[in-house]
């Protein structure tokens, strides 16, 4: 392999094989690229791609890395690239029953949270004003990540009031999701690692398996993630980890920067790689980021050089409000946009809070944007729904699910009737799938809910026993149509209505990704594996670099990653750093880190901002500069705001002459044929799919199946249909739902 690309230290990173490794450098010195290239290295000296485990930060970066190594070296369908929450769910995956779990387990997300722990504050009584929800699952979170259970919080904290109702909510919490076979994200770390450190010949077998392991972002693992890591390194030592001290932003949720700053006192032969060369930024904005971060004292000082000009300096801008602060924005973005992709361009800031304005200043000015923010895809009621629906077709005692969509869309099911449900399962010690499964129960319904139910369990049941011999899409598409929902949308008819409509074709899409990107592996997608990734999803996997648009998202996303202009609003105290933050050093030291990652993402041009007025939340007031600017070294700041550019670029733009329009606003929207309803056309398109097959078959016809291609009838009775496929061997298949056409 031709490393002569990577300079000498990333060379000898890229080809140390045995013994443990740590990359120890700043940001956009190369460590992730260096991390893919040893993998590459490896596979080419005739290391098994199935030895290799390799752990990255996002899913997004996962699929990327991935995809670098396979161009390098050809396809590797079983090397592990993936999160620790992904690889802990296959872990748990594979060995379930150590876990204590069915093997159709669920994963639970914030919004189920939510509605647990609420439930629970309801039924114990428990005042949600001392005790609110947020508080609640917040300390239950703090207490998974430290590997603490209900009674280890107890004896930690000693027993009083206070700490006995936090006792309660948590062990009642874990009932639950136990009961409902379903684990929270947290749970996947503490139950993998469990599984690993209880059953020494699983532990054994991974530690077999995996004698090449690398991790990326290593200062941001929690004391978990270290745990899993030790335990299966162990045995071969064979451990490379790659990261950077100034970048360790996550310590509010349970980060460790001794776990990078340890590492050779927990493996004594560590060899160590700094590397010092950056080919990310211009020289300013190194320059620049640096006099910020070294601010902080606890931190292994090193200094990053680069071969790159200066460039333009940093520019600040303080303007009245944050309308005005957005208004600038999107005007500079405007302006630079002449001959560029708005790819090019991010905003990042500090909380989610503050994109909304930056949204409508954008929408104003007709530019692109995407945006990664914590109330995600996902959360939206109508996805959450479905998500639902097809939790259920995998995990029938998901009774949190059922108690979501058991009355979406209206099936007369009030919460009177769903009670009395509830205790029923209760006294039976069944599921309440299981006890609508019963037809004395659903008989038992008032008259409009019976047949309604009914209709209901009879999809689900099919889509449950169909699940392997369709298609995720196909799936959706039927629970979709033959569950109500889209039908009740479309009886709604209101502008709120159509936007759902929408949202739930958009996350057909998502699902064809899925399933086009599993093909492209040689894969089979399955629903199981579609819900995993909808679960251990975060912002920045939905961040799409060649969208053509302006990404906005926080600083907390952005890490990893890197952008022509970046810009920074919000430059204020109490904002950035956060209020709370100014209270303590390493609050402090945390939030100047953050500001690290942030400079660092920018590559030719960095704008910071801050607004003299400024709402949020609600509240109204007058802001000081933020402490972070204060620090920067004043002779790499351009302190006027708006003479920045170069007049030519201005000129050109004005002129029409790029691809901005005569204003120097964005192009016009990309052609549509006249009369073209791309909703209408969608709509269509899952009713059909959704519709079956109302055709009868007989022995001998010829058919194609959507998943399994092209067979031939060899028996029917009333409810399926046999078929032998030219390639998916001999399938019984439900009439009325499996995608079969005659030919
Ligand atoms: P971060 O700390 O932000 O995660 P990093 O250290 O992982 O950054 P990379 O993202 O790997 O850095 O690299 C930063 C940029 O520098 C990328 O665009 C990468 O392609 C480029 N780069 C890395 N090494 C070299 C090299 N030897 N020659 C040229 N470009 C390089
Ligand atoms: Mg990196």
Redo the contacts with the bound molecule.
């Keep these: 392999m031709n490393l002569d690309?990577?300079?000498k230290e990333?060379q000898k990173a890229a080809t140390h094989i045995e013994g443990p490794l740590l990359i120890l450098?700043?940001?956009?010195?190369?460590?992730?690229?260096?991390m893919t290239h040893r993998i590459a290295y490896l596979i080419e000296q005739g290391i098994s791609p199935y030895s290799i485990l390799a752990v990255t930060f996002t899913n997004k970066a996962a699929g990327e890395m991935r995809e670098r190594v396979e161009k390098l070296v050809g396809p590797c369908p079983n090397m592990w690239i993936m999160t620790f929450h992904a690889m802990s769910l296959r872990i748990l995956r594979e060995h379930y029953y150590a876990a204590g779990y069915d093997k159709n387990f669920v994963v639970y997300d914030t919004v189920d949270q939510k509605t647990i722990i609420k439930n629970i504050i309801k039924e114990q009584n428990i005042d949600s004003k001392q005790f609110p929800q947020a508080y609640l699952s917040a300390i239950i979170s703090k207490e998974k990540e430290a590997d603490s259970d209900p009674e280890q919080f107890l004896e930690m904290n000693g027993e009083n009031p206070k700490t006995k109702v936090i006792y309660n909510v948590y062990k009642e919490y874990q009932r639950q999701l136990k009961a409902n076979n379903a684990m929270d994200f947290d749970d996947l770390l503490v139950n993998a690692l469990h599984v690993l450190r209880e059953n020494p010949n699983i532990l054994a077998q991974y530690q077999n398996r995996f004698k090449y392991i690398m991790v990326d972002?290593y200062q941001d693992t929690n004391h978990i993630q270290y745990e899993i890591i030790r335990m299966m390194a162990k045995a071969h030592k064979n451990l490379c980890v790659v990261g950077?001290d100034d970048?360790c932003i996550y310590q509010w949720r349970g980060a460790d920067i001794r776990n990078i700053l340890d590492f050779e006192k927990d493996f004594p032969t560590a060899k160590v790689i700094k590397?010092e060369q950056n080919?990310?930024s211009c020289g300013n904005i190194l320059a620049a980021a640096h006099s910020v971060i070294k601010n902080n004292r606890g931190r292994k000082a090193k200094k990053l050089w680069t071969e790159a000009e200066a460039g333009a300096p940093i520019v600040y801008k303080r303007c009245d409000s944050d309308k005005e602060e957005a208004y600038y924005v999107a005007q500079e973005i405007d302006l630079l946009s002449g001959g560029r992709s708005y790819d090019d361009f991010a905003v990042l800031y500090r909380t989610n809070a503050q994109s909304r304005l930056f949204e409508d200043a954008l929408k104003r000015r007709h530019i692109p944007y995407q945006i990664l923010s914590g109330f995600s895809f996902y959360e939206r009621k109508e996805t959450k729904d479905m998500i639902c629906y097809m939790r259920l077709v995998v995990n029938p005692s998901d009774d949190l699910a059922v108690k979501r969509i058991i009355n979406e869309p209206k099936r007369g099911i009030g919460p009177t009737t769903l009670g009395k449900l509830e205790a029923l399962a209760k006294v039976n010690n069944r599921s309440l799938f299981e006890t609508l499964s019963q037809e004395e129960v659903i008989y038992s319904l008032p008259a409009k809910a019976s047949a309604s139910v009914k209709e209901m369990m009879d999809v689900m049941q099919l889509c449950q026993q169909e699940k392997d011999n369709l298609r995720v899409s196909d799936i959706y598409d039927n629970l979709l149509v033959k569950t109500g929902y889209l039908k009740a949308l479309e009886d709604e008819n209101t502008v709120e209505s159509e936007s759902r409509i929408e949202n739930l074709l958009d996350f057909k899409s998502f699902i064809y990704d899925f399933e086009e990107e599993k093909a492209a592996t040689g894969e089979k997608a399955t629903m199981e594996e579609f819900l995993e990734r909808v679960a251990t999803d975060s912002d920045t996997d939905k961040y799409d670099d060649e969208a053509g648009k302006v990404t906005l998202m926080t600083m907390h996303s952005a890490?990893?990653l890197?952008f022509p202009i970046v810009f920074m609003p919000g430059m204020e105290d109490g904002l950035f750093p956060g209020h709370r933050a100014l209270d303590s050093e390493n609050g402090i030291e945390e939030e100047r880190r953050l500001c690290y990652v942030g400079m660092?993402r920018a590559k030719e041009k960095l704008f910071l901002t801050s607004a003299a007025y400024r709402v949020l939340y609600g509240h109204g007031d007058y802001t000081r500069e933020s402490t972070f600017l204060r620090e920067l070294d004043k002779s790499l700041l351009d302190e006027a705001g708006d003479s920045i550019y170069e007049p030519s670029r201005r000129t050109n733009n004005r002129l029409g002459v790029s691809t901005g329009s005569l204003d120097g606003y964005s192009e016009t929207p990309a052609f549509r044929p006249y009369n073209y309803d791309p909703l209408k056309f969608a709509k269509q398109a899952v009713k059909e799919s959704a519709a079956g097959n109302s055709e009868d078959f007989m022995q001998g016809d010829q058919v194609t199946h959507g998943k399994f291609g092209h067979g031939i009838v060899v028996d029917t009775d009333a409810k399926t249909v046999t078929v032998v496929f030219d390639e998916g061997g001999i399938k019984k298949l439900a009439k009325g739902i499996a995608p079969l056409k005659k030919v």
């Design positions: 690309h990577l300079n990333q450098a700043g940001a956009g010195s190369g460590k992730t690229a260096t972002e950077d970048q590397l080919y990310r890490k990893g890197e660092t």
